[in-house]
Protein backbone atom coordinates (compact mmCIF):
# COMPACT_ATOMS: atom_id res chain seq x y z
CA UNK A 1 0.00 0.00 0.00
CA UNK A 2 2.81 2.31 1.14
CA UNK A 3 3.96 1.19 -2.26
CA UNK A 4 1.09 2.20 -4.47
CA UNK A 5 1.32 6.11 -2.46
CA UNK A 6 4.76 6.74 -3.15
CA UNK A 7 4.01 5.56 -6.84
CA UNK A 8 1.35 8.13 -7.25
CA UNK A 9 3.65 11.09 -5.30
CA UNK A 10 6.46 9.91 -7.64
CA UNK A 11 4.29 10.40 -10.61
CA UNK A 12 3.24 13.91 -9.50
CA UNK A 13 5.97 15.17 -8.52
CA UNK A 14 7.47 13.71 -12.42
CA UNK A 15 4.51 16.25 -13.75
CA UNK A 16 5.50 19.29 -11.42
CA UNK A 17 8.90 18.90 -12.46
CA UNK A 18 8.68 18.67 -16.00
CA UNK A 19 6.32 21.50 -16.27
CA UNK A 20 7.50 24.19 -18.87
CA UNK A 21 7.62 28.05 -17.87
CA UNK A 22 8.74 31.23 -19.57
CA UNK A 23 9.14 34.45 -17.71
CA UNK A 24 11.53 37.70 -16.89
CA UNK A 25 13.19 36.21 -13.53
CA UNK A 26 17.08 37.44 -13.48
CA UNK A 27 19.68 34.08 -14.21
CA UNK A 28 20.46 35.31 -10.51
CA UNK A 29 17.64 35.72 -8.41
CA UNK A 30 16.93 33.28 -5.80
CA UNK A 31 13.32 32.69 -6.22
CA UNK A 32 12.87 29.58 -4.38
CA UNK A 33 12.17 30.96 -0.87
CA UNK A 34 12.68 27.75 0.94
CA UNK A 35 17.05 27.79 -0.43
CA UNK A 36 19.70 29.38 -0.40
CA UNK A 37 20.66 28.68 -4.02
CA UNK A 38 20.45 30.91 -6.65
CA UNK A 39 20.24 29.95 -10.71
CA UNK A 40 23.66 30.00 -11.41
CA UNK A 41 24.32 27.71 -8.56
CA UNK A 42 26.12 24.52 -9.83
CA UNK A 43 25.49 21.03 -9.03
CA UNK A 44 29.41 21.67 -6.97
CA UNK A 45 28.16 24.89 -5.48
CA UNK A 46 25.69 22.91 -3.93
CA UNK A 47 26.94 19.74 -2.26
CA UNK A 48 29.72 22.66 -1.17
CA UNK A 49 26.94 24.31 0.68
CA UNK A 50 24.39 22.00 1.27
CA UNK A 51 26.46 18.59 1.72
CA UNK A 52 25.73 15.01 1.03
CA UNK A 53 22.58 14.63 -0.53
CA UNK A 54 20.03 11.91 0.60
CA UNK A 55 19.21 10.89 -3.06
CA UNK A 56 20.99 11.35 -6.35
CA UNK A 57 19.24 10.05 -9.74
CA UNK A 58 20.29 10.25 -13.09
CA UNK A 59 17.74 11.79 -15.55
CA UNK A 60 17.00 10.55 -18.86
CA UNK A 61 18.28 14.16 -20.23
CA UNK A 62 21.36 13.24 -18.81
CA UNK A 63 20.90 15.98 -16.06
CA UNK A 64 20.67 14.58 -12.32
CA UNK A 65 18.52 15.87 -9.73
CA UNK A 66 19.35 15.90 -5.94
CA UNK A 67 17.10 15.41 -2.59
CA UNK A 68 17.54 17.49 0.94
CA UNK A 69 15.65 17.28 4.10
CA UNK A 70 14.77 20.80 4.13
CA UNK A 71 12.28 23.21 6.24
CA UNK A 72 10.48 25.84 4.66
CA UNK A 73 7.41 27.91 6.26
CA UNK A 74 7.82 25.69 9.57
CA UNK A 75 7.49 22.23 7.51
CA UNK A 76 9.97 19.76 7.42
CA UNK A 77 10.32 18.18 4.29
CA UNK A 78 12.18 17.53 1.23
CA UNK A 79 13.92 20.00 -1.20
CA UNK A 80 14.83 18.54 -5.00
CA UNK A 81 17.06 20.15 -7.29
CA UNK A 82 17.13 19.47 -11.04
CA UNK A 83 20.26 20.06 -13.15
CA UNK A 84 20.12 19.86 -17.07
CA UNK A 85 22.90 17.77 -18.59
CA UNK A 86 24.44 21.12 -19.20
CA UNK A 87 24.61 21.31 -15.67
CA UNK A 88 22.14 24.24 -15.40
CA UNK A 89 19.78 24.61 -12.11
CA UNK A 90 16.57 24.01 -14.20
CA UNK A 91 13.76 23.01 -10.88
CA UNK A 92 13.93 23.84 -7.11
CA UNK A 93 11.14 21.87 -5.48
CA UNK A 94 9.81 21.83 -1.85
CA UNK A 95 7.50 18.99 -0.47
CA UNK A 96 6.10 18.13 2.79
CA UNK A 97 3.54 16.16 4.18
CA UNK A 98 1.19 17.57 6.64
CA UNK A 99 -1.09 16.32 9.08
CA UNK A 100 -4.48 17.45 8.21
CA UNK A 101 -6.01 19.24 5.85
CA UNK A 102 -6.43 22.65 7.52
CA UNK A 103 -2.53 22.56 8.12
CA UNK A 104 -2.20 22.21 4.20
CA UNK A 105 -4.83 24.80 3.53
CA UNK A 106 -2.77 26.71 5.88
CA UNK A 107 0.47 26.34 4.27
CA UNK A 108 -0.81 26.66 0.61
CA UNK A 109 -2.74 30.35 1.37
CA UNK A 110 -0.39 32.01 2.69
CA UNK A 111 2.25 31.01 0.59
CA UNK A 112 -0.55 32.03 -2.36
CA UNK A 113 -1.43 34.99 -0.65
CA UNK A 114 2.60 36.06 -0.74
CA UNK A 115 3.10 35.39 -4.36
CA UNK A 116 -0.33 37.10 -5.58
CA UNK A 117 0.63 40.51 -3.77
CA UNK A 118 4.18 39.78 -5.48
CA UNK A 119 3.24 38.67 -9.06
CA UNK A 120 -0.41 39.80 -9.46
CA UNK A 121 -2.77 37.39 -11.09
CA UNK A 122 -2.49 33.82 -11.36
CA UNK A 123 -3.60 31.10 -12.87
CA UNK A 124 -5.31 27.61 -10.99
CA UNK A 125 -7.07 25.01 -11.10
CA UNK A 126 -8.79 21.69 -9.30
CA UNK A 127 -9.05 18.57 -10.18
CA UNK A 128 -10.63 15.45 -8.49
CA UNK A 129 -10.17 11.78 -9.04
CA UNK A 130 -12.47 9.41 -7.41
CA UNK A 131 -12.39 5.52 -7.59
CA UNK A 132 -13.37 2.89 -5.18
CA UNK A 133 -10.74 2.72 -3.26
CA UNK A 134 -9.19 6.38 -3.48
CA UNK A 135 -9.76 10.12 -4.00
CA UNK A 136 -7.50 12.69 -4.93
CA UNK A 137 -8.60 16.34 -4.40
CA UNK A 138 -5.57 18.01 -6.52
CA UNK A 139 -5.33 22.34 -6.34
CA UNK A 140 -2.81 24.06 -7.90
CA UNK A 141 -1.94 28.03 -8.65
CA UNK A 142 0.83 29.66 -10.66
CA UNK A 143 2.69 33.12 -11.17
CA UNK A 144 1.51 34.26 -14.88
CA UNK A 145 5.22 33.63 -15.86
CA UNK A 146 4.80 30.15 -14.73
CA UNK A 147 7.66 30.31 -12.96
CA UNK A 148 6.50 29.90 -9.64
CA UNK A 149 3.93 26.75 -8.84
CA UNK A 150 1.85 25.89 -6.04
CA UNK A 151 0.33 22.33 -4.90
CA UNK A 152 -1.92 21.17 -2.38
CA UNK A 153 -2.96 17.40 -2.30
CA UNK A 154 -5.37 15.70 -0.11
CA UNK A 155 -4.90 11.83 -1.01
CA UNK A 156 -6.30 8.41 0.39
CA UNK A 157 -5.32 5.28 -0.90
CA UNK A 158 -7.16 2.59 0.85
CA UNK A 159 -8.46 4.68 3.90
CA UNK A 160 -4.96 6.24 4.52
CA UNK A 161 -5.08 9.80 4.30
CA UNK A 162 -2.11 11.36 2.97
CA UNK A 163 -2.05 15.53 2.74
CA UNK A 164 0.59 17.12 0.92
CA UNK A 165 2.09 20.60 -0.76
CA UNK A 166 4.70 21.40 -3.44
CA UNK A 167 6.42 24.41 -4.33
CA UNK A 168 8.31 24.42 -7.37
CA UNK A 169 10.21 27.23 -9.17
CA UNK A 170 11.37 27.10 -12.55
CA UNK A 171 14.43 28.91 -14.42
CA UNK A 172 13.07 30.37 -17.37
CA UNK A 173 16.68 30.80 -18.67
CA UNK A 174 17.78 26.99 -18.62
CA UNK A 175 17.44 25.52 -21.82
Not at 91 to 97: D, G, I, K, P
Not at 155 to 168: A, D, K, L, Q
Amino acid sequence: MKRKIRLILAVIICVLLTGCAGGQMKADSNLAHFSSLTWKSTEEDMQNELGKYLEKNRLEDGGNSYRYNGTYGGEKGTVTYVFNKDGELTVMTFYCSVKNKADLTKIFDSNKEALTAEYGACSASKENAVNSKSYINFYDWETPDGTISLVEECMEVVGMPSYSFTMRCVNPKAG
